[in-house]
C-alpha cells in the first residue's frame, strides 16, 4: 500500500514537470485583415500570458482555400499544427482521417455542453468527443437596409416577400437599384439560403438542406424558392457579374443601392464607413425569417500532438478559446457574436445584440440552422454540387422548375 | 609524349559518359516529377480519395461520376469552343501580320516588338486588364455611351451566352504576337531564289504566298499548333483572371474544374479523374500531330 503511494508519488513527481513545462503552440488560421488580424492578435496575447510560445501560422488568400493546402502538407508529413481553423462538416471529414484531438477532457472540465446550444455543440464533436472549439457565430440571414435611400423612395422595411417585393418597386421608381449583389457562387448561394428560409421556414429547410432529404428538395417548396429566386434576380442591376461583396455592400452604404442579403461581416464595411447602426444603416431579418437563424461559426479543430508539453498547451489554447474574456473581445473586433450563450453582451452594438437574442431564441425553438452557403450544413461534395446549380439558375434561363429537379440530383452528390 | 594511349582511352571514357551523367538529375527529376506524378495522379483517379489520398481500389466510379456531372460537361464544351477558335484565329492573325510585316515596310523591327509584346505580360495580367475594359460598367461600353452611342451594348463578360468568347479575344490578343513571329521567321528561312524564279515566271506576289511561301511554311504551322493546343487545354490563369469562370460556371474550363473538385471541395479523386481526362486531351490532339510531323520530316 505504502510502496504503491510511494510510486504514485515518484511518478507525480516525474510527471508535473513536463505538465508544468510551457509548449509551443501553433495555430493555423486565414485571419489577416483588419479585425480579423485584430482578434487573433488577442489570442496570442493570452496564450503567451499563459507561458506558451506562440508561433503563428497565417496563410493569406482563397478564402482559406491556400490556408487548407498548407494543411493538407502538414499533416501528410505527420507533423500538424496545434490547431487550425477548420469549420462545419469538415471537421468530421477531418476526424474522418483520424488526425484530430480528443479534447473532452478540457470541454468537461469548462462544462461546455452547458454553454453552448447543441446544434452547435455537435458541430464540434466528432463521434461523440469535442475535437474543436467554436470562436464565434456569424448569422447569414440578414438583410441591410439604407433607410435614407427608403425615405427617398417612401418605401418601408420589408418583413414579409410581398412587402419586400413591394419595398422594391418603390426603390426602382425612385432609381435607386433595389438589391445590391455580387454575382459570385458563394453569394448566389447566401441569398438562396435566405430565400429557402424565409419561404420554406426552419424545417423545411432542416429537412431539405442538412438531412438532405430527396423529397422534401424535390418538392413544391423549392420550387417556390426558385420562383423567389427568379423575381429578385429582376431587381438586381447587370454589374453584378463576379462582384465582389463588398462592393455590393458599399452600394448600400453611397445609397445607389437600398438592400443587400448578406452575413453580419457586412456590419464592419458599414463600420468603417463611419456608419452607426440602427441610424445610417439598419440591419434587419431577411424577409420571412423572424425568429430564426442561419449559422456561420469559425471553429479550431485541434490536432493530435505529440509531445506532452505540446499536448498541455493545447489543452490550454482550447480552454483560452472557449472563456468568456476571449470570446467577448475576439467577437468585438470581427464583427460577430460569442458562441457561447452566457458572455455579457454589453460592450457589444445593437446588430449584435440582436443576433445574440435571436440565437438564444433560436436555439429554444429549433429555430437554429446552420448555413449551406457557408460550408456548414452538408458534406462539401454535396455542397459544391448544389452551390452549382444555384449559381447557374442564377445566371441563365432554366426555369425554377428545371432547378428543382436539379437540385435534388445535386443533394444525392456525396 | 608517352602519356596519350591512357589520356586517350580517358577522354573516350569522358566523351561517353560525361553527357549522361550530366543529363541525369534532369532525367531523373523529369522521370519522378512528371511521369511520376501522372501515374500517382492516375492510381489517385481510381480510388475515393476525397480530402487527402486513399489507396483503396474503386474501380471507374470517379469516372462515371464525372461523366454524370453537367458542369464538367459545361467545362468539355468550353474547351471546345475556346480551343478552336483560339487556334484559328491566332493562326489568322499571325500568318496575316506575319505576311504584312514581311513586305520590307520601314520600322519594321519597332511594328515586331509591339506586337510581340503582349507574350511578355503574364496571362493574369492580361487577362485582368480586360477584364477591366470589358466591364460594361466602367469598360469599353461605358466609353461609347459616354461618346453619345446611347445604344452601343458589348456586356459579353458579364453575359453567360457569351462569356467564353471574351477569354477568346484576350487569349488571341495575348498569342498572336508570338504565333507572327514564328511564321515570320519561317518566312525569313525560304531561300531567295525560289521566289525569283517564280517571279521571272511571272507569278504575282499572292500567287507566291498562296502556292510557294505558305506551303513551305508546313513545319512551322505544326509547332504553332502543337504550342497554342497545349496552352488551349491547360488554360487556367486567363479564364480566373478574366471571368474566374463565371458568370455562374457558364465560362469554367477543365483546369478550373480539376482545381476546384481536388483542392476546395476536397474531392480528391474525382478532381484527378478530371486531370487523367485533360491528360488524355493532350494526348489525342498531340500524338497524331506528332506522328505526322515526324514522319513528313523522314520523308524530306
Not at chain 1, 11 to 18: F, G, S
Not at chain 1, 142 to 150: D, I, R, S, T, Y
Not at chain 1, 378 to 383: D, I, K, L, V
Request: hydrophobic share 50%; proline share 5%.
Amino acid at each position: 500500500m505504502k510502496l504503491k503511494s510511494l510510486t504514485l508519488a515518484v511518478m507525480a513527481a516525474t510527471l508535473l514537470p513536463a505538465a508544468a513545462f510551457a509548449g509551443d503552440v501553433e495555430v493555423l488560421h486565414w485571419w489577416t485583415s483588419g479585425g480579423e488580424a485584430k482578434s487573433a492578435a488577442e489570442l496570442k496575447k493570452m496564450m503567451t500570458a499563459k507561458g506558451h510560445a506562440w508561433k503563428d501560422f497565417a496563410v493569406a488568400g482563397g478564402g482559406g482555400d491556400n490556408a487548407m493546402t498548407a494543411l493538407k502538407t502538414r499533416v501528410v508529413s505527420g507533423n500538424p499544427p496545434t490547431a487550425a481553423q477548420i469549420k462545419g462538416p469538415a471537421i468530421q471529414e477531418w476526424g474522418a482521417e483520424g488526425v484530430l484531438a480528443d479534447i473532452d477532457a478540457v470541454a468537461k472540465a469548462g462544462n461546455w455542453d452547458k454553454q453552448l446550444p447543441v446544434v452547435v455543440s455537435n458541430v464540434m464533436k466528432y463521434k461523440g468527443k469535442y475535437v474543436a472549439a467554436p470562436v464565434n457565430v456569424h448569422r447569414v440571414n440578414w438583410l441591410w437596409v439604407n433607410p435614407e435611400a427608403f425615405k427617398k423612395a417612401g418605401a418601408t422595411v420589408p418583413k414579409t416577400w410581398p412587402e419586400f417585393f413591394a419595398a422594391a418597386d418603390k426603390l426602382q421608381k425612385a432609381g435607386i437599384q433595389p438589391v445590391a449583389h455580387g454575382g459570385q457562387p458563394w453569394q448566389d448561394a447566401t441569398l438562396f439560403e435566405s430565400v429557402a428560409l424565409g419561404v420554406g421556414g426552419a424545417d423545411y429547410y432542416n429537412k431539405a438542406f442538412v438531412k438532405l432529404d430527396k423529397a422534401t428538395l424535390a418538392g413544391p417548396t423549392t420550387v417556390k424558392v426558385f420562383e423567389t429566386m427568379a423575381k429578385i434576380k429582376t431587381y438586381i442591376d447587370k454589374g453584378a457579374a463576379g462582384r465582389d461583396w463588398n462592393l455590393a455592400t458599399a452600394m448600400v452604404i453611397n445609397g445607389k443601392a437600398g438592400m443587400q442579403f448578406m452575413g453580419d461581416w457586412a456590419k464592419g464595411e458599414f463600420t468603417a464607413a463611419g456608419k452607426v447602426p440602427g441610424k445610417d444603416f439598419i440591419c434587419t431579418d431577411a424577409p420571412g425569417t423572424q425568429n430564426a437563424f442561419t449559422f456561420n461559426i469559425d471553429s479550431m479543430a485541434m490536432f493530435q500532438q505529440k509531445s506532452p508539453a505540446a499536448v498541455k498547451a493545447q489543452a490550454d489554447l482550447a480552454a483560452t478559446i472557449m472563456s468568456p474574456a476571449f470570446q467577448e473581445v475576439f467577437n468585438l473586433n470581427k464583427g460577430s457574436i460569442p458562441a457561447r450563450l452566457d458572455t455579457p453582451m454589453g460592450k457589444f452594438d445593437d446588430c449584435a445584440k440582436k443576433s445574440s437574442f435571436d440565437m438564444n431564441a433560436a436555439a429554444k425553438s429549433n429555430k437554429l440552422v446552420p448555413s449551406f452557403a457557408h460550408k456548414m450544413a452538408m458534406p462539401s461534395a454535396t455542397e459544391g454540387a448544389m452551390v452549382d446549380v444555384i449559381s447557374q439558375f442564377m445566371n441563365s434561363s432554366m426555369t425554377p422548375a428545371q432547378a428543382t429537379e436539379r437540385l435534388a440530383k445535386a443533394g444525392a452528390v456525396r | 609524349m608517352s602519356a596519350s594511349p591512357s589520356q586517350g582511352r580517358l577522354s573516350a571514357l569522358a566523351d561517353r559518359w560525361l553527357p549522361k551523367l550530366v543529363l541525369s538529375p534532369t532525367l531523373a527529376a523529369s522521370l519522378i516529377f512528371v511521369y511520376g506524378f501522372i501515374a500517382w495522379t492516375g492510381w489517385l483517379s481510381f480510388t475515393e480519395s476525397r480530402l487527402m489520398p486513399r489507396y483503396d481500389w474503386a474501380g471507374l466510379l470517379q469516372y462515371q461520376a464525372l461523366f454524370e456531372n453537367e458542369r464538367w460537361w459545361t467545362a468539355a464544351a468550353n474547351l471546345g469552343i475556346f480551343g478552336s477558335l483560339f487556334i484559328l484565329f491566332c493562326l489568322l492573325v499571325g500568318l496575316l501580320m506575319a505576311v504584312l510585316l514581311d513586305q520590307k515596310i520601314r520600322a519594321e523591327g519597332a511594328l515586331r516588338t509591339i506586337y510581340l509584346y503582349p507574350m511578355a505580360l503574364s496571362f493574369v495580367v492580361t487577362g485582368t486588364a480586360w477584364k477591366w475594359m470589358l466591364n460594361p460598367d466602367m469598360g469599353l461600353q461605358k466609353v461609347m455611351n459616354d461618346l453619345g452611342f446611347a445604344n452601343f451594348t458589348f456586356d459579353w463578360l458579364v453575359n453567360p451566352d457569351m462569356s467564353i468568347y471574351t477569354v477568346v479575344i484576350a487569349g488571341v490578343w495575348q498569342s498572336s504576337g508570338f504565333v507572327m513571329a514564328l511564321f515570320l521567321a519561317g518566312l525569313r528561312g525560304i531561300d531567295d531564289s525560289i521566289i525569283k524564279a517564280a517571279q521571272v515566271d511571272g507569278a504575282s506576289l499572292p500567287t507566291i504566298y498562296r502556292r510557294i511561301l505558305i506551303p513551305s511554311l508546313r513545319p512551322v504551322f505544326f509547332s504553332v499548333l502543337l504550342i497554342l493546343s497545349h496552352i488551349a487545354i491547360k488554360s487556367f490563369d486567363l479564364v480566373m483572371a478574366l471571368t474566374g469562370g463565371g458568370p455562374g460556371t457558364s465560362s469554367d474550363v477543365p483546369a478550373i474544374f480539376m482545381y476546384q473538385f481536388a483542392f476546395t471541395r476536397g474531392q480528391l479523386g474525382q478532381g484527378a479523374a478530371s486531370a487523367m481526362m485533360m491528360l488524355f486531351t493532350i494526348v489525342a490532339v498531340l500524338v497524331p500531330l506528332m506522328y505526322m510531323e515526324t514522319r513528313s520530316a523522314k520523308r524530306v
